[in-house]
């Protein structure tokens, strides 16, 4: 084989690994479960185009803060009614609004 070829395989060989690393080290990140990595609310699931591709992942969105992203599928929270029905931030003055 040619010195070429050697090289064009072991470069290809070096991409695909690191993809596939990236792609296993991308999964463990996501949280797993229902809730919001960044306010730790209970999120809402979303219908994506991402599910048919990705059956493994949940396309969420947080009422709370308005993250949206992928989860892991996980346990579920059972969250109260009330926590559901209120909106965001009941229960919570906000600064400069008038209620």
Excluded: Y
Excluded at 15 to 21: K, L, N
Excluded at 51 to 73: A, E, Q
């Amino acid at each position: 084989m040619s010195d070429a070829v050697i090289f064009a395989v072991v470069f290809v060989g070096f991409f695909v690994v690191r993809v596939i690393a990236a792609t296993i080290i991308f999964m463990l990140i996501l949280p797993k479960g229902d809730r919001c990595p960044h306010c730790n609310a209970v999120t809402l699931r979303m219908q994506s185009r991402w599910n048919l591709l990705m059956p493994w992942f949940r396309t969420s969105w947080c009422i709370d803060c308005g993250w949206d992203g992928f989860l892991r599928k996980g346990p579920l929270t059972q969250a109260p009614i009330a926590d559901l029905t209120a909106g965001p931030g009941a229960g919570q003055r906000r600064e400069g609004r008038r209620q």
